[in-house]
C-alpha cells in the first residue's frame, strides 16, 4: 500500500510526522508538504512562478520527504504528477491543530489538499484535531491508520472523501464516533480597521456564530465529545442547471443586445 501524507502547517509540524509514523506500519509513506505554513489557502494554486521542490531529512526513518515552496494543493499535484514513482493507494492530509469544521472546510489547507487527492481519482482523509495541545495527535494518527486499514471495507459510490475531527479530549474520554454532516454557516467573515501610524490598514477575522448545531452535523458532534466523520463530495460538477425558463435567457440576450 502507497500512501501520500501532507498538510498545511509546514514540512516539520508534529502532526505531519505523527501521521508519517503511524502509517508507516502499514504501507509505504511519502511526505510531500510545503515549506512552511500555509492554513487558509484552501484550494490555491501556484501559476505565476514555478515551484521548487527540495528533499529533506526525514523525522521518521524509511520515508521519502519532501518539501514543496508552494501551496498544500501544489504538494499533492506536484507529489501525484512527478515525485511519486508508484500508484498511490490514499492521500491523507494533516494532522491539523485545530478543527476543520462546518464552512471552514472551503478555506482550510488541510481539507484542499485531501480534496485534490480525491479529485485526482485517490481516496482521502483530512485530519484535525480540536486543539492546539500535541498530547492528542497520537490518538488521531492511529484513526488514520485504522481508516486507512480499513478502506476496502468501506461501501461508498465513488472512492471515499472524509473529514475527520478529534474533540479536545484523551481517549477514555471520548464518548464515540459520529459519521455527520457539515454544520451550515459556523462562521463570519468581518473586517477589523487599525492604523500603524503612518496609514490604515484591514484585518480578516473569522468569528464563530454562536447557536446550537444541528444534532446531526460536524460542530455538533465535536461539542458533544465525539469523534466527526464527514464524508464529503464535490455535488457541484455535477448538478443538473437550474429549472428556469429559456424564456428568462432569451429576453436576457434582447436586452443585452439592446443596450
Do not use: C
Amino acid at each position: 500500500m502507497e500512501i501520500l501524507v501532507t498538510n498545511d502547517d509546514g514540512i516539520f509540524a508534529p502532526g505531519l510526522w505523527r501521521l508519517a509514523r503511524e502509517l508507516k506500519q502499514a504501507a509505504r509513506v511519502t511526505v510531500v508538504a510545503p515549506d512552511r505554513e500555509q492554513s487558509g489557502l484552501g484550494t490555491a494554486v501556484t501559476l505565476r512562478h514555478p515551484l521548487r521542490v527540495q528533499k529533506v531529512k526525514p523525522l521518521v526513518a524509511d520515508v521519502e520527504a519532501y518539501s514543496v515552496d508552494g501551496t498544500p494543493t501544489d504538494s499533492v499535484i506536484l507529489a501525484l504528477g512527478k515525485l511519486l514513482r508508484d500508484k498511490v493507494d490514499l492521500v491523507v492530509s494533516g494532522i491539523n491543530s485545530g478543527p476543520n469544521l462546518g464552512d471552514d472546510v472551503l478555506i482550510s489547507g488541510t481539507v484542499g489538499a485531501a480534496l485534490m487527492g480525491y479529485l485526482h481519482g485517490f481516496p482521502a482523509l483530512a485530519v484535525s484535531v480540536a486543539s492546539l495541545d500535541e498530547q492528542y495527535l497520537d490518538s488521531a494518527a492511529r484513526l488514520a491508520a485504522l481508516l486507512a486499514k480499513n478502506l476496502a471495507h468501506l461501501s461508498t459510490p465513488t472512492s471515499p472523501f472524509f473529514n475527520i475531527n478529534l474533540p479536545s479530549l484523551s481517549l477514555p474520554e471520548i464518548r464515540g464516533i459520529k459519521f455527520t454532516r457539515l454544520a451550515s454557516r459556523s462562521h463570519i467573515d468581518t473586517v477589523e480597521e487599525g492604523h500603524d501610524g503612518r496609514k490604515a490598514y484591514y484585518w480578516l477575522v473569522r468569528q464563530k456564530i454562536e447557536r446550537d448545531a444541528a444534532k446531526d452535523t460536524d460542530i455538533w458532534a465535536i461539542d458533544k465529545g465525539y469523534i466527526s466523520i464527514t464524508p464529503l463530495h464535490t455535488e457541484l460538477l455535477n448538478q443538473p442547471p437550474p429549472r428556469i425558463d429559456d424564456g428568462l435567457g432569451n429576453r436576457l440576450l434582447k436586452e443585452l443586445k439592446e443596450s
